[in-house]
C-alpha cells in the first residue's frame, strides 16, 4: 500500500512535489530506507505519549516565572522545557534503539532472506540453517549485536533513572 511502485502512498506524494517514482523494495538499498521510514512511523504515537506524560509533569510555575524574567517561547523552550525533557529523550532513544535494533519481522519481509543488504539479526538469523546450526557463530554474532545497546544503554542510565526518580516522585 505505501511501498507498491506504481500505486503506493509515497510515491504518489514523490510525483505530487515532481520528482521520480522509487522502488522502494525492490532496489536494496532504498530497502533500508523504507525501513527506517516505516519504523519512525510504527513508534511516532507511543513518542509522542511519553512526551505528553513528559511535558505534564513539568510545573507551570517554570513557565510564568521564565516569562516574568523576560524570555521569549524559544527561550522558554530551550532553557527549560528542554533540559527538563532530557530524561524522556534518553528513555524515547534507548527504547526505540532496542526496538528497531532487535526487530526481525519487517526486515524479513521487506529484504526477505540471503539479500545482500542485511540487518543485524537477519544475518544472526542465517546462521541457523534447516539441518545445521553454527552455534559458535551465531552466539558470536549475538554477543556482537548486543554490544551497542548495552553502550547506549550505560551511557543515557542516569537519564533514564533520573527520568524514573522524577516520576515517581509527586
Known sequence: FLYD?????FNYLLKMVGLPPQGWIADSRE???SIVIFSIWKTIGY????????L????????????????????VFYRIVFPLLSPIHATVVVLNGMWIWNDFLLPLLVLGIGNRVQTIPLAVANFAGTYVKQWD???????MAIIPIIIVFLAAQRFIIKGIVAGSIK
Open 5 to 9: 511502485p506504481k500505486f503506493g502512498l
Open 47 to 54: 513518542n509522542i505519549v511519553i512526551f505528553i506524560a513528559g
Open 56 to 75: 505534564q509533569n513539568i510545573p507551570d510555575s517554570y513557565y510564568e516565572a521564565a516569562t516574568i524574567d523576560g524570555s521569549s517561547r524559544f527561550g
Open 31 to 33: 530497502a533500508l530506507l
Open 137 to 143: 557463530l551465531m552466539l558470536t554474532a549475538i554477543v
